[in-house]
């Protein structure tokens, strides 16, 4: 059974920083494409980073520099480690994947930049 596990997600002031992390269960996160999305209320849900089986990453322009997607496969774990936060990166972060064309979600960890 598929399930991934969000936590790490706090209220924090703008210019810290917060470590998200993503359990996953069920499959080997090094074989798959993993996401990290957030969501603002009433907006779409936007990626924010990824990272692709060989280890390579891509961001959203909104983050570049500033956030890092990572993996511990020993701990079948993706992290997001998110620095010099702003207001405007509040939203609940999501941890994601695709297996066999079925989309698989976290629950979510709410992120709140605010002073």
């Known amino acids: 059974q598929v399930q991934l596990v969000e936590s790490g997600g706090e209220l924090v002031q703008p210019g810290g920083s917060l470590r998200l992390s993503c359990a996953a269960s069920?499959?080997?996160?090094?074989?798959?494409?993993m996401n990290w999305y957030r969501q603002d209320p009433g907006k779409q849900r936007d990626v924010v980073a990824r990272?692709?089986?060989?280890?390579?990453?891509v961001y959203a322009d909104s983050v570049k520099g500033r956030f890092t997607i990572s993996r511990d496969n020993t701990k079948n774990t993706v992290y997001l480690q998110m620095n010099s936060l702003k207001p405007e990166d509040t939203a609940v972060y999501y941890c994601?994947?695709?297996?066999?064309?079925?989309?698989?979600w976290g629950q979510g960890t709410q992120v709140t930049v605010s002073s």
């Open positions: 994601h994947t695709i297996m066999a064309g079925t989309n698989y």
């Open positions: 069920g499959f080997a996160i090094s074989s798959y494409i």
């Open positions: 990272i692709f089986s060989p280890g390579n990453t």
